[in-house]
C-alpha cells in the first residue's frame, strides 16, 4: 500500500498529480473521462478581475511534439466566476485551484482577494508570466524585481497557500525562484509555456494573430525538467513541476529532479483520462520499485 | 472509445473508413453536425487530434463513417489504417444541426467539397423524420465529389463544378435550384463557400445553419483555441458549434 | 533562374544553406552524401585553444522530436586543426567556417588567431555559449557584459567575417544580440541549444553524465523561429537562424522570419543528405512562387 | 539506400528482418562487425535512427539480414514494418572485425543475447575464408536463443543458459569448452558480459575483439556521442568501432 499523499506547505493532496491550468477548463469539460477522487487536484483557467476576450482567431498551431497557443487569458472575470462557475465545481472531490492573472498589481490583488472568500479554494496559481502594462508589456515574472512586487502585493491579502508559476523566459530561473520564496511564495510552479513561433511559409504569413505564442507539449519536457532541477537547489519550498508531461514515467522523473507535485497540461488534449491514468501509473511504479511513501521521490535523483 | 477500421475507401484527396464498435461496446447517440476527434498513432509530425465530422451513423450495424480530407501528415496516415485496427476516437463532440418544426419545410443541404461530409448523416436523420432534404453539393471538379449516390437515398441532389465536370458549372450560390428559394438552409464548407451562402441566406432572409471548421486541440471547449468570433464574443467552435446559426455569427 | 546567392557583410554563400557546427564533424564524414558545391558552406566544429576530451559518456539522450547532447567540445586544438585538417578540407567547394570556443577570453583571442592565418577560412562562427571559468562557469553569452567583451576581443585580432552563436537561455535576446552588434559582430547566428535534462526513471539517474545538456532538434524550432523573430527586429547586422530546421520549408520559415541564411544541425544525423536538399527545395519554393531573388524572402513575413 | 523488407520473423524480444536491394541497386562490400544506421518511420517517439548490427549478408541474393532487439519504440515500430515496405539505411558503417593470419587459429566467436547477431555473419565469413570458427553463444533462457541452426551451418555452437534451459547453466565465462584455451576471441553482448570475457582473455592472454554498442546520434563520427573512454581518449563506437582490440579499451 503506496502512500500517495503530498503535503505542499499547508495544502493537502491525495496525490501528486494537478490538472495544469487552462488545459482543463474548470473540471466539468473532462467529467466523462476523469474520476476526480483519483487525483490530487484540478487548477481551473486563469482568471482575472475583469472579463477578458482574448486574442483573435487563430490560436493555436501543432508543432513537433508540441503546440503553440495564443488565448490571451479569455475568460469572464473573477466575479463571474465566484458568482456563476464555483457554485458548480465547488463540492468537486478533489482540490480545486484557481490559476490567477493580471496586467497590473492592482488587478492581481483583486482578483486574489475574490479567490480568498470562496471557502472551498485552497489555494490559488500566481500566473506572473502576464505582460505588465505599466511596464511597457515585459512580463512581470522575467525579473526578480517584477516577480518580488507581485508575489509581496499578493501575499499580503491572500492568506491561503500561495503558488507562483513561473516562466522559463528567463536566464536564471533559480534567481526568479528564490525572489518568489523570499517574497512569501508557499510554492512554485514550473513551467510555463516557452515563447515561440510558427509561420506558414506557403501565405507567409504567421500561424497565431498574436505572431508569438506559449509553447507546450512533450517537445518542452528536457527544458522543464532541468528547470526543476536548477530552482530544487535554490529554494526550500516544495515545487510542482510540469511541462510536457505525458505518462506516469513523465511524472516521476520531475518528482526525482526535485517536485513534490506536479501538472498535467497538454496531454490532457491528447487523453482527456491522462490525470487519472498518471496518478495510479505513479502508484504502481512506488509499488514495484518498493517505495513507501511518493514523497520519497522527491529530490532523489542520484547524481554521483 | 477504440472503434474498429472495418473497411475502407480511397480517392485522390479523401478517404472513407467504416467504423465499428466493438462487441462489448455500443456507440453513443450522435447526432448530425457533431464530430469525433480521431487520435492518430504513427505520424511523427502528429501531436495533437484531428477533429473530424460524422458522415454516417448506422446504430443498428453499429457503424460510424468518417470521411477524411487528407490534407497533412496526420489525416494521411489515418487513411493508412490497417483494416481491423482499433482507432481511438472521442466521440460525440460539439452541438448538432437542429431539426425543423414545420413538417413541409423546404430545406437545401448545401456543401462544399469534403463539407459535404455532416450533410449526408444530416439527410439521412431528416428524412427518418419525415422531412424532404434535397442537397446542393458543389466541388472543383466531378471527381471531388464522392459517393452522390448515398445522397442520392434520402433526397434530390443538385451539383456544381467549377469545371462544368458534373452539374451546374460555377459556385453553390449560382446554382438555378435556388431561384426557388428554401425555408432551411443547412451548410458545410470551406470558408469562402460558407461566405457566398451566407450572404444568399441574409439577402433573402433565409434561416441558415453552418458548420465552422477552427482549428482545435482539445474538442472540448477547456482550451479556446478554435474561438470564432461570434456576436456573443468568442465562442469555442468545439463546444457552442460546430453549427452556429447565421445571425450568431459576424459574418 | 533563381539568384540564390547571398551575401553576409562581406561573406558571399552560393546559397543560404549552411551546416551548424557539431552536427558535420569536418565535412569529409558527409562526402558520401553531399555534393558540397550546391551548398553555401559548412562550419566545423567546435574548435579550442587546447584539445579537449570533452565529457564522459553517456553524451546523448533522445528525447521528443529531439535530442540532448553533452559533447563538451571535444577537439584536438586549434594547432592541430591547422596542420591536420585543414590542409585536408581547405580546397573543398564551398565556404569552411570554424566554430571557435574558450573557456577564458585570452582563449578565444589565441584560437581566432590562428584560424586567421587560414587563408581559405573566410569566417568564424564564435560560440558565446561556453562557461566562462572565471565568472563562476556562468556562460558568455548570457549577459550583455559578457558577450560585448569577448567579442570585442576577438574582433580586436580578427579582421575576416566575425559571426558570434547566440545563446538562447536568456531572457531578452535581442539585447544580447545588440551588444554582439555594439562590439563589432558582423553577423549573429541563433540558437544555440536550449538547456535541458533527460532522467531515467528506473535507474533514477540523470541519461547525460553531465546531468543537464543542450537540447537541438525540431522540437526547439518554435523558439529559434521566435528569437530569429525578435533579433531581426533589434539589429541591422545579418542573421543565420538555426534550431530543428529539417526541410525546406522550415529553412524559409527562418528566412521569412529575419534570417538571411541558415544552419541546419541535428538533421544531419537523420538524413545526411538535407543540407543539399534543403538547398534544393529553397530554389524550387523561389520558382514556384516567382520569387528572383532569395534575398527577397529575409524578412518578408507579413503580419498586417 | 532504400531496401526493401522480403520477410521477417518474430519472436518475444527480438525480430528478423530480411531486406532486399532494389532491382536497379546493388548492396556495397559488407564485412562482419559493420553496422547500419536504419530510419524509423512512423514512431513518433523516434527521433534519430536507430543503429543495428548486421547479422547476415548474401550478396548473390542482394540480401541483408538485421536482427533486431525490441527495446522501445523505435525498434517496436520497426518490427512491424509491412513486407514489401522500404527501409532506410546508411551502411555500411564503422570498422569489422579484422580476420586472423593463422590458418589454424582456434576461433571463439563468444556472444551474449542480441549480441550474437554480428557473429553469424563473422562466422560465415571466417569459414568462407576456410577458418575453422566456433560459437559460444549466452542468454537468459533457451528461448532468446533464435535461429542456433544457422550457427551451426558455420561451426561447432556451444551454449549456456542462466535457467540451464539449454546447454550448461551459467554465464559464457563459466563454459567447459573455455578449458581449452581459444587463439582469438569475437564477442559481442551487453556490457557485463563483455567485461567478464574481456576479464579471461586478459588472464588468458588471448587476442580478443569486442563490438561496443554505445548509444549513437549520426553514426558517422560527426557528433561525438558515441564515444569511448579509449586509451588514446574519446573514440567514436560508430567510427574508431564498433569493434576494438581488447587492449585499445580501459577495460
Known amino acids: 500500500m503506496v502512500d500517495t499523499r503530498v503535503n505542499l506547505k499547508g495544502l493537502s493532496l491525495r496525490n501528486p498529480v494537478l490538472t495544469a491550468s487552462g488545459t482543463f477548463g474548470y473540471g466539468e469539460e473532462f467529467a466523462d473521462f476523469v474520476d476526480f477522487s483519483k487525483i490530487g487536484g484540478i487548477i481551473v483557467k486563469g482568471t482575472t478581475i475583469h472579463h477578458r476576450e482574448g486574442n483573435p482567431y487563430p490560436r493555436m498551431a501543432e508543432t513537433p511534439s508540441g503546440m503553440l497557443n495564443a488565448v490571451g487569458l479569455q475568460n469572464k472575470g473573477a466575479a463571474y466566476f465566484a458568482e456563476k462557475i464555483y457554485p458548480r465545481i465547488a463540492d468537486m472531490d478533489t482540490n480545486v485551484l484557481v490559476n490567477v492573472s493580471g496586467s497590473t498589481i492592482e488587478d492581481y490583488v483583486a482578483c486574489a482577494e475574490i479567490i480568498q472568500s470562496l471557502d472551498k479554494i485552497p489555494a490559488i496559481e500566481l500566473n506572473v508570466s502576464c505582460p505588465n502594462v505599466k511596464q511597457g508589456g515585459m512580463a512581470f515574472g522575467v525579473t526578480t524585481d517584477g516577480i518580488s512586487k507581485v508575489v509581496e502585493a499578493v501575499r499580503k491579502v491572500y492568506h491561503k497557500h500561495l503558488m507562483v508559476k513561473l516562466s522559463p523566459n528567463v536566464t536564471s530561473i533559480a534567481d526568479i525562484a528564490k525572489a518568489a520564496e523570499a517574497s512569501g511564495a508557499d510554492s512554485v510552479s514550473l513551467i510555463n509555456t516557452l515563447m515561440g513561433m510558427a509561420i506558414d511559409a506557403e501565405k507567409r504569413r504567421p500561424k497565431l494573430s498574436t505572431v508569438t505564442g506559449g509553447l507546450s507539449g512533450a517537445c518542452v519536457k528536457p527544458v522543464a525538467l532541468r528547470m526543476v532541477w536548477q530552482v530544487s537547489k535554490a529554494v526550500q519550498i516544495p515545487i510542482i513541476g510540469l511541462g510536457g508531461i505525458s505518462s506516469a514515467t513523465d511524472a516521476i522523473e520531475f518528482l526525482l529532479a526535485g517536485a513534490s507535485a506536479i501538472e498535467i497540461g497538454t496531454a490532457n488534449f491528447i487523453d482527456p483520462a491522462i490525470s487519472q491514468k498518471v496518478a495510479a501509473g505513479i502508484e504502481a511504479y512506488c509499488e514495484r520499485h518498493g517505495i513507501a511513501s511518493v514523497r520519497e521521490l522527491t529530490g532523489a535523483l542520484i547524481t554521483d | ?251
Open chain 2, 1 to 251: 472509445m477504440d472503434l474498429r477500421l472495418i473497411d475502407k475507401q480511397l480517392w485522390s484527396r479523401s478517404v472513407l473508413l467504416k467504423l465499428r464498435a466493438q462487441e462489448e461496446e455500443c456507440l453513443p447517440e450522435i447526432f448530425p453536425g457533431q464530430f469525433v476527434q480521431v487520435r492518430v498513432d504513427g505520424s511523427p509530425t502528429t501531436y495533437l487530434r484531428r477533429p473530424i465530422s460524422v458522415y454516417y451513423v448506422d446504430q443498428a450495424k453499429q457503424e460510424l463513417w468518417l470521411l477524411v480530407q487528407m490534407v497533412g501528415d496526420g489525416t494521411r496516415t489515418l487513411s493508412e489504417t490497417a483494416i481491423g485496427a482499433l482507432i481511438n476516437v472521442m466521440l460525440p463532440l460539439g452541438r448538432p444541426f437542429s431539426m425543423p418544426e414545420n413538417p413541409a419545410a423546404k430545406l437545401m443541404l448545401i456543401g462544399g467539397g469534403v463539407g459535404i461530409a455532416p450533410l449526408l448523416y444530416l439527410g439521412k436523420v431528416l428524412k427518418d423524420n419525415g422531412f424532404q432534404p434535397q442537397f446542393l453539393l458543389g466541388a472543383r471538379k466531378a471527381s471531388d465529389l464522392t459517393q452522390l449516390d448515398l445522397y442520392e437515398e434520402f433526397g434530390e441532389v443538385y451539383v456544381t463544378t467549377e469545371d462544368g465536370s458534373l452539374g451546374e458549372k460555377g459556385f453553390v450560390t449560382q446554382h438555378s435550384v435556388l431561384a426557388n428559394q428554401p425555408d432551411m438552409i443547412y451548410c458545410c464548407g470551406p470558408k469562402p463557400m460558407m461566405m457566398a451562402v451566407a450572404r444568399y441566406a441574409k439577402e433573402h432572409d433565409v434561416f441558415c445553419e453552418l458548420s465552422l471548421e477552427n482549428t482545435m486541440a482539445c474538442g472540448l471547449g477547456a482550451c479556446l483555441c478554435c474561438v470564432e468570433d461570434t456576436k456573443e464574443g468568442h465562442q469555442c467552435v468545439c463546444q457552442e458549434g460546430p453549427v452556429f446559426n447565421l445571425n450568431q455569427l459576424k459574418w
